[in-house]
C-alpha cells in the first residue's frame, strides 16, 4: 500500500480542521490550543498550533495522508515541516472574509516556494457573510492559470471529496508531464 502527504493549509479561522474532520476515515488527529491573542478569540475558542491529520483510504493501493498547518504566521515553520515531500497542497481560504486575502497570498507565495508540488485553491463558502467569487480571488490574489481556484464546503463531505480529486487531476497531469 502506498501512503501519499497532502497539506491543507490557509490563514487562521478558514476551516482547515474542519475541513479534515469532514472527510477523514479515522478519528482526526488535532492539536488545537486556546487561542491567546484577543483578535483571534473573537473569532474562535481554539486554534491548530502544529497540525491537525486524517487519512482517506482511496483504493487497496492508495492512501491519502492529509496534514493540516496551522493558520498563524507565527507557526510557519511548521508549515516548511509539514510540507516536506508533500504531494499537493490546497490552501483554504474562508469566502467571506476578505481580511485573510493578504495573508492567504503570502501563504500562497510561501508553498510556491517550499514546495513543486500541484497547489489548489478553495474558497471555503461555510458561513453567511457575503463570499467573494473564485474569478475575483484570482485577480485580486494574482493566482496563475497553472493554480485553480474552486469553490467548497468544509463541512459537506461531497464538497471536501471534490476539491481533493481537482488537487489528484493535478497531481496527476503533473506527473505524466
Given at each position: 500500500m502506498r501512503h501519499y502527504k497532502i497539506v491543507v493549509t490557509g490563514p487562521f479561522a478558514a476551516g482547515k480542521t474542519t475541513f479534515i474532520k469532514t472527510i477523514t476515515e479515522i478519528s482526526p488527529?488535532?492539536?488545537?490550543?486556546?487561542?491567546?491573542?484577543?483578535?483571534?478569540?473573537?473569532?474562535?475558542?481554539?486554534?491548530?498550533?502544529?497540525?491537525?491529520?486524517?487519512?482517506?483510504?482511496?483504493?487497496?493501493?492508495?492512501?491519502?495522508?492529509?496534514?493540516?498547518?496551522?493558520?498563524?504566521?507565527?507557526?510557519?515553520?511548521?508549515?516548511?515541516?509539514?510540507?516536506?515531500?508533500?504531494?499537493?497542497?490546497?490552501?483554504?481560504?474562508?469566502?467571506?472574509?476578505?481580511?485573510?486575502?493578504?495573508?492567504?497570498?503570502?501563504?500562497?507565495?510561501?508553498?510556491?516556494?517550499?514546495?513543486?508540488?500541484?497547489?489548489?485553491?478553495?474558497?471555503?463558502?461555510?458561513?453567511?457573510?457575503?463570499?467573494?467569487?473564485?474569478?475575483?480571488?484570482?485577480?485580486?490574489?494574482?493566482?496563475?492559470?497553472?493554480?485553480?481556484?474552486?469553490?467548497?464546503?468544509?463541512?459537506?463531505?461531497?464538497?471536501?471529496?471534490?476539491?481533493?480529486?481537482?488537487?489528484?487531476?493535478?497531481?496527476?497531469?503533473?506527473?505524466?508531464?
Amino acid at each position: 500500500m502506498r501512503h501519499y502527504k497532502i497539506v491543507v493549509t490557509g490563514p487562521f479561522a478558514a476551516g482547515k480542521t474542519t475541513f479534515i474532520k469532514t472527510i477523514t476515515e479515522i478519528s482526526p488527529i488535532v492539536t488545537e490550543a486556546p487561542t491567546t491573542r484577543d483578535e483571534e478569540a473573537q473569532v474562535k475558542d481554539s486554534t491548530t498550533v502544529a497540525m491537525d491529520f486524517g487519512r482517506i483510504t482511496v483504493d487497496d493501493d492508495y492512501v491519502l495522508h492529509i496534514f493540516g498547518t496551522p493558520g498563524q504566521f507565527r507557526f510557519n515553520y511548521m508549515w516548511s515541516i509539514l510540507s516536506k515531500d508533500a504531494l499537493g497542497v490546497i490552501l483554504l481560504i474562508d469566502s467571506g472574509d476578505r481580511s485573510m486575502i493578504e495573508e492567504a497570498k503570502d501563504m500562497l507565495n510561501f508553498f510556491r516556494v517550499k514546495t513543486d508540488a500541484p497547489i489548489v485553491v478553495a474558497l471555503n463558502h461555510f458561513n453567511e457573510k457575503e463570499h467573494i467569487s473564485e474569478d475575483e480571488l484570482k485577480s485580486i490574489m494574482n493566482i496563475p492559470d497553472s493554480i485553480p481556484v474552486v469553490g467548497c464546503d468544509a463541512t459537506n463531505k461531497e464538497s471536501v471529496k471534490n476539491v481533493l480529486l481537482k488537487l489528484l487531476e493535478l497531481i496527476l497531469e503533473n506527473d505524466v508531464s
